[in-house]
């Protein structure tokens, strides 16, 4: 028989009220501790149940959402939005549909063109702070927020609307937490904020449908992702649907992003020593020139320190849900209508993943301590399919702001408090309270640069640690789609004005670029082998822009279909450069160990970074008897011909070597020049995975299978050479 839940003892009337106000992460780790992972907690008449710690982490994540609504708790927000559901209270089928809308509006290939233009925004507005002027911080943030957010929205600065979005937010926000009642929503003040809200965003949407008409060029916005996008199915979002997602994510960003970054801003500051390490990883990277998505990525001790100001302190304490039905949770029964939290915050301040857990420590969340990455851990922006979809969005705008405003200006905290703590309004954030000071302008102009590269991002084995929220089980799954397909000279791979439906990354050969003009095509691009295309059109649903042909040698290229590109850069966060280096990655590794069978990938997968794809075209010589031997070679495509050239000359043919096989072996493994001759056979390009002489001699010595391999093929070699 199951066991009554306990109550969490509070004061008579007020229930636990005072303790949840004024220190909540504390007052539900204190319960989970005493009353283990399912209690009650009385606030004021309400009393709702809370399913705590890594066992209701791991209860959610295997029973999925079918003991759980949210329909209910939602439908006041939904409405003040404009429609009957909105995507935190949709379940099945209609929440994966407008998660999967979002996600795309929200990933970073969607956000990556913006970058630049959202750290001018900043830039702006710290300009505008006179030096020594004080600064409530929480509306400053709120402010760089929202205008972030604008350029996303629009592709441009949104000047004006920020006290209507201001009054609006706050109000949904504290009505739909349940913290005051329905009636504010009637409040003249209110009223006339979402008339001014709804407005703003319908002539924003109005504007950006006019662009679209008259060109497809430029980056995608939020509202051209929105309207773009359509399911398997092929239908799209309704007009009502496009815009409560906009403004759902301005809620999100006005509401969210200021205290994310008020948290952050908080430690850096009154910490000298991290203050000077993030400031001085800024500065490195402006050094490169103005701020990007990619160079985003170049900040790992930012990104730590982000990620650390989010366990500390975390904002999303729980998630909120009634119970469809009864249910069993560790012993106790949970009768269908509760209103149930299910919160994994105890796991973010417990000391069996964290030393020392309510400690302010950034080293902590990199290598090679990382004490977030077991399971369940680090939950910041929710659990399993309650993910938020906004995550990317999440990192990209408090990174952007953040070392944009070290960069830009010294800044310094004004009376802060001797003991800090978050504050429930109705989420936890800093004290309204909070200020800062524009100490002076950093004389950074003799730091910047021009050239506009601001790095070029990280690489691929660095992604699980700048993307913790990365599934590789899944992402390995989707390039498992990745096709192979070759474009004749000339031929047209994508055609201006057609339907965008796959990313192409090229392997061999080239391609040219063509735009149409009154007086004819105009060439206005050049496509190498590395370079790849058709992600714009695929993220807004618009038709082709431009038109691709294959080049004088043709095109071999990598292809990925619209669904898998999207599921890529959506659930995974990639941006589609990243998401072409994985996939070309992906063909050599599944080269070698084919070429290898003894190799594991991770064996494979190590001396990537050292690999390259060469295409050779017919007569061309790839290795010269007595040349020195520099590289392994392995045939990815075509046919090449083994010659043993006489001292008079006379070419003798050993062995014709198709796709999957190799050569080059024998010179590395003895130290002796080669011994024969390899060229292109027939009229084809053959196309060879080039492993360079040391990382061959490491993969010799860490996989000793591999040299098994090599032998019996040599032995397979003379033997055929002996029957012939």
Same mark, same amino acid.
């Given at each position: 028989?199951?066991?009554?839940?306990?109550l969490v003892p509070g004061l008579p009337l007020l229930g636990s009220v005072l303790d949840v106000f004024t220190d909540p992460a504390r007052t539900l780790i204190d319960a989970y501790r005493t009353h283990g992972p399912a209690f009650r907690i009385r606030v004021l008449n309400s009393e709702v149940v809370v399913l705590a710690g890594n066992e209701a982490h791991q209860f959610f994540q295997s029973a999925g959402e079918r003991h759980f609504s949210r329909h209910a708790f939602f439908a006041t927000f939904s409405?003040?939005?404009?429609?009957?559901?909105?995507?935190?209270?949709?379940?099945?089928?209609?929440?994966?549909?407008?998660?999967?809308?979002?996600?795309?509006?929200?990933? !970073?290939?969607?956000?990556?063109?913006?970058?630049?233009?959202?750290?001018?925004?900043?830039?702006?507005?710290?300009?505008?702070?006179?030096?020594?002027?004080?600064?409530?911080?929480?509306?400053? #943030?709120?402010?760089?927020?929202?205008?972030?957010?604008?350029?996303?929205?629009?592709?441009?600065?949104? @000047?004006?609307? =920020?006290?209507?979005?201001?009054?609006?937010?706050?109000?949904?926000?504290?009505?739909?937490?349940?913290?005051?009642?329905?009636?504010?929503?009637?409040?003249?003040?209110?009223?006339?904020?979402?008339?001014?809200?709804?407005?703003?965003?319908?002539?924003?949407?109005?504007?950006?449908?006019?662009?679209?008409?008259?060109?497809?060029?430029?980056?995608?916005?939020?509202?051209?992702?929105?309207?773009?996008? *359509?399911?398997?199915?092929?239908?799209?979002?309704?007009?009502?649907?496009?815009? /409560?997602?906009?403004?759902?994510?301005?809620?999100?960003?006005?509401?969210?992003?200021?205290?994310?970054?008020?948290?952050?801003?908080?430690?850096?500051?009154?910490?000298?020593?991290?203050?000077?390490?993030?400031?001085?990883?800024?500065?490195?990277?402006?050094?490169?020139?103005?701020?990007?998505?990619?160079?985003?990525?170049?900040?790992?001790?930012?990104?730590?320190?982000?990620?650390?100001?989010?366990?500390?302190?975390?904002?999303?304490?729980?998630?909120?849900?009634?119970?469809?039905? &009864?249910?069993?949770?560790?012993?106790?029964?949970?009768?269908?209508?509760?209103?149930? %939290?299910?919160?994994?915050?105890?796991?973010?301040?417990? &000391?069996?993943?964290?030393?020392? @857990?309510?400690?302010?420590?950034?080293?902590? $969340?990199?290598?090679?301590?990382?004490?977030?990455?077991?399971?369940?851990? =680090? +939950?910041?922006?929710?659990?399993?399919?309650?993910?938020?979809?906004?995550?990317?969005?999440?990192?990209? $705008? /408090?990174?952007?702001?953040?070392?944009?405003?070290?960069?830009?200006?010294?800044?310094?905290?004004? &009376? @802060?408090?001797?003991?800090?703590?978050?504050?429930?309004?109705?989420?936890?954030?800093?004290?309204?309270?909070?200020?800062?000071?524009?100490? +002076? #302008? *950093?004389?950074?102009?003799?730091?910047?640069?021009?050239?506009?590269?601001?790095?070029?991002?990280?690489?691929?084995?660095?992604?699980?640690?700048?993307?913790?929220?990365?599934?590789?089980?899944?992402?390995?799954?989707?390039?498992?789609?990745?096709?192979? !397909?070759?474009?004749?000279?000339?031929?047209?791979?994508?055609?201006?004005?057609?339907?965008?439906?796959?990313?192409?990354?090229?392997?061999?050969?080239?391609?040219?670029?063509?735009?149409?003009?009154?007086?004819? +095509?105009?060439?206005?691009?050049?496509?190498? @082998?590395?370079?790849? =295309?058709?992600?714009?059109?695929?993220?807004?649903?618009?038709?082709?822009?431009?038109?691709?042909?294959?080049?004088?040698?043709?095109?071999?290229? #990598?292809?990925?279909?619209?669904?898998?590109?999207?599921?890529?850069?959506?659930?995974?966060?990639?941006?589609?450069?990243?998401?072409?280096?994985?996939?070309?990655?992906?063909?050599?590794?599944?080269?070698?160990?084919? /070429?290898?069978?003894?190799?594991?990938?991770?064996?494979?997968?190590?001396?990537?970074?050292?690999?390259?794809?060469?295409?050779?075209?017919?007569?061309?010589?790839?290795?010269?008897?007595?040349?020195?031997?520099?590289?392994? %070679?392995?045939?990815?495509?075509?046919?090449?011909?083994?010659?043993?050239?006489?001292?008079?000359?006379?070419? $003798?043919?050993?062995?014709?070597?198709?796709?999957?096989?190799?050569?080059?072996?024998?010179?590395?493994?003895?130290?002796?020049?080669?011994?024969?001759?390899?060229?292109?056979?027939?009229?084809?390009?053959?196309?060879?995975?080039?492993?360079?002489?040391?990382?061959?001699?490491?993969?010799?010595?860490?996989?000793?299978? /591999?040299?098994?391999?090599?032998?019996?093929?040599?032995?397979?070699? #003379?033997?055929?050479?002996?029957?012939?």
């Amino acid at each position: 028989m199951a066991r009554p839940l306990p109550l969490v003892p509070g004061l008579p009337l007020l229930g636990s009220v005072l303790d949840v106000f004024t220190d909540p992460a504390r007052t539900l780790i204190d319960a989970y501790r005493t009353h283990g992972p399912a209690f009650r907690i009385r606030v004021l008449n309400s009393e709702v149940v809370v399913l705590a710690g890594n066992e209701a982490h791991q209860f959610f994540q295997s029973a999925g959402e079918r003991h759980f609504s949210r329909h209910a708790f939602f439908a006041t927000f939904s409405g003040e939005l404009g429609v009957d559901e909105i995507i935190l209270g949709a379940q099945g089928e209609q929440h994966a549909r407008l998660r999967a809308a979002l996600k795309i509006g929200f990933c !970073r290939e969607a956000i990556a063109p913006h970058v630049p233009a959202m750290a001018q925004a900043v830039r702006d507005q710290v300009l505008a702070a006179k030096a020594g002027r004080k600064l409530a911080l929480m509306p400053w #943030l709120a402010r760089l927020a929202y205008d972030q957010y604008g350029i996303l929205l629009a592709g441009r600065p949104v @000047p004006g609307g =920020f006290g209507a979005m201001e009054r609006y937010v706050q109000t949904i926000m504290e009505v739909a937490s349940k913290l005051w009642p329905e009636s504010l929503l009637y409040r003249p003040d209110y009223r006339w904020a979402k008339r001014a809200v709804f407005s703003h965003v319908r002539s924003l949407r109005d504007e950006r449908q006019r662009a679209r008409a008259v060109s497809s060029d430029g980056p995608a916005t939020l509202l051209d992702a929105l309207d773009g996008f *359509r399911d398997r199915g092929g239908t799209g979002l309704g007009d009502d649907d496009v815009i /409560a997602h906009a403004l759902f994510g301005c809620v999100g960003a006005v509401f969210y992003m200021k205290r994310a970054i008020g948290f952050l801003l908080y430690e850096l500051l009154r910490d000298t020593s991290l203050l000077a390490r993030v400031t001085a990883e800024s500065d490195r990277v402006h050094a490169e020139g103005p701020l990007t998505a990619a160079s985003l990525r170049l900040m790992p001790v930012l990104r730590a320190a982000f990620n650390e100001a989010l366990r500390r302190y975390p904002i999303q304490l729980a998630l909120p849900f009634t119970a469809a039905n &009864d249910f069993e949770f560790a012993g106790y029964d949970i009768p269908a209508g509760a209103t149930c %939290y299910v919160s994994s915050v105890a796991n973010h301040l417990s &000391d069996r993943y964290y030393a020392c @857990p309510y400690a302010f420590d950034t080293d902590r $969340m990199l290598e090679p301590r990382s004490e977030h990455r077991p399971r369940g851990a =680090f +939950a910041p922006y929710g659990m399993g399919s309650r993910t938020c979809a906004a995550a990317g969005l999440v990192e990209a $705008m /408090a990174l952007t702001t953040v070392a944009t405003l070290l960069h830009t200006a010294q800044l310094e905290l004004i &009376d @802060p408090p001797r003991q800090f703590r978050a504050v429930l309004n109705p989420l936890p954030g800093p004290s309204s309270r909070l200020a800062v000071r524009v100490v +002076a #302008l *950093r004389d950074n102009d003799s730091r910047r640069s021009t050239s506009g590269a601001g790095g070029a991002g990280v690489t691929i084995d660095q992604l699980p640690d700048v993307l913790p929220m990365l599934d590789a089980g899944q992402l390995e799954s989707l390039l498992a789609s990745v096709t192979t !397909r070759q474009f004749a000279p000339g031929h047209p791979i994508i055609v201006e004005g057609e339907a965008a439906d796959e990313f192409f990354v090229a392997l061999a050969g080239s391609a040219d670029v063509f735009r149409a003009r009154t007086d004819g +095509a105009q060439r206005v691009g050049h496509l190498a @082998p590395g370079d790849y =295309f058709g992600e714009i059109g695929l993220l807004t649903g618009m038709p082709r822009s431009a038109t691709v042909r294959a080049g004088p040698d043709g095109l071999r290229a #990598l292809v990925l279909d619209r669904q898998t590109f999207l599921s890529v850069v959506a659930e995974s966060d990639l941006m589609s450069g990243e998401v072409a280096r994985l996939v070309h990655r992906r063909f050599l590794v599944n080269s070698l160990l084919q /070429a290898m069978p003894s190799l594991d990938e991770g064996a494979a997968s190590s001396i990537m970074p050292d690999v390259a794809l060469q295409r050779f075209t017919a007569g061309q010589v790839l290795v010269r008897q007595g040349d020195a031997p520099d590289a392994f %070679y392995i045939i990815a495509r075509g046919e090449v011909d083994v010659i043993r050239e006489a001292p008079d000359g006379v070419r $003798m043919p050993l062995a014709r070597l198709a796709a999957g096989q190799f050569f080059g072996e024998i010179g590395l493994l003895h130290g002796v020049q080669r011994t024969a001759t390899v060229e292109v056979a027939g009229d084809s390009a053959v196309e060879v995975v080039v492993v360079p002489r040391a990382a061959f001699q490491r993969l010799l010595r860490t996989t000793p299978g /591999a040299l098994t391999d090599i032998v019996g093929t040599i032995c397979q070699r #003379l033997a055929g050479s002996l029957d012939g």
